[in-house]
């Protein structure tokens, strides 16, 4: 396969290597959004007839994209709960796949994936890891290490962070993957124009300070919503609650801004969206600006009512994204809005 023709050395090229290095990779293709290189990479590791073993949680996008593969391609996508090691075993044992995809943690259902074990399952298959990094973040996990081939993730939210642009990476562990995904990036017109890649790369330096203080808001958050009694259940992976808060700690430094809070009922999951003031309600998520959507009527949309309810999101789940503001005016803000 010949090497790229088209690059762009001042920025573009210093910004994959940036992101290259961050994750611990051998290389990285910018992309024009996270979407986009989960394009990418279904573009460079499948063909049709492909299989590939999707976490049933996922981004409404990435649901949608499988839809396309699905029916273009013909590829055979199997959805599982990778929480659940022995029906990924038997289903590995089974079946032989192209590639094997998760985030973690999940989006929105915010569960913890296993992602040492999922790679060395993985391997043992035969088929590439690659693993959705956009929650956590390489200052916060770096999927790589833990044994992934491929980790990919949008740029849109925590990276750039401000929500100025929309852009992804998708960053391989071997230079032969690499040259792979730089020959589709360069096939397709994939690559990031040089203005979004100046706009993300504002972002990166600021990106650890910013994500320890979404994390310590998100906490105080968790532990009010945690008690109210209009709250039914708060998924969280920095609470202690959350069943895989140890993995959690494991596999990652910071715990992302995100919480998911199955309220009540529908009507006060909608009032509390309709009534925040610092919340905008916004499908995305990892912004300087607080954000809250209900993910059955915004970002997952695309899912079927059926696949949306096994992964335990209902119309009465809402998504809240915990932005930099003061955290006694998120807290006031939510009590008003819940009263
Ligand atoms: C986990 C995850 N991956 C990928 C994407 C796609 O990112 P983008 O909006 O940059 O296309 C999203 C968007 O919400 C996401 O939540």
């Known amino acids: 396969m010949p090497a790229p023709q088209y690059s762009n050395p001042i920025i573009l090229d210093a910004l994959e290597t940036v992101f290259a290095k961050a994750e611990n990779g051998a290389s990285c293709s910018c992309t024009h959004t996270g979407i986009g290189a989960i394009a990418l990479l279904f573009e460079t590791v499948l063909r049709a007839n492909s299989k590939i073993l999707v976490e049933k949680d996922c981004y409404g996008g990435t649901y949608r994209l499988l839809q396309v593969y699905k029916d273009k ?73 833990l044994g992934a081939d491929f980790s990919v993730f949008s740029a849109t939210k925590y990276i750039s962070g401000h929500g100025s642009t929309v852009a992804g990476a998708l960053v391989s562990k071997s230079e032969e993957d690499g040259e792979k995904v730089a020959y589709f990036a360069n096939a397709e017109g994939r690559s990031q124009n040089p203005f979004d890649v100046f706009l993300i790369s504002l972002g990166i330096p600021t990106l650890p300070l910013r994500l320890k203080h979404h994390e310590q808001s998100a906490i105080q958050i968790a532990d009010y919503l945690e008690k109210h009694p209009k709250v039914n259940k708060l998924v969280y992976p920095g609470s202690k609650n959350h069943p895989q808060h140890e993995l959690a700690k494991s596999q990652m430094k910071i715990f992302p801004g995100v919480l998911t809070v199955h309220m009540q009922n529908v009507e006060t999951a909608e009032k509390l969206v309709a009534t925040t003031h610092w919340f905008g309600e916004k499908a995305s998520f990892g912004t300087a600006d607080s954000r809250i959507e209900i ?20 119309p009465s789940t809402v998504r809240l994204s915990i932005g930099l503001e003061h955290i006694d005016d998120l807290l006031e803000d939510l009590e008003n809005a819940l009263k």
């Open 73 to 145: 391609y013909n590829v055979e996508v199997f959805f599982a709960d990778f929480t659940d090691l022995s029906e990924i075993q038997n289903l590995l044992e089974t079946e032989k796949f192209d590639l094997v995809l998760c985030e973690s943690p999940t989006n929105p259902g915010m569960k913890i994936i296993d992602l040492r074990e999922l790679a060395r399952l993985a391997k043992n298959n035969g088929s590439k890891f690659a693993v959705d990094n956009s929650l956590a973040t390489f200052a916060s996990q770096k999927p790589l290490d």
């Open 295 to 314: 993910p059955a009527k915004i970002s997952h949309a695309s899912f079927s009512k059926e696949d949306l309810q096994a992964i335990g999101i209902f």
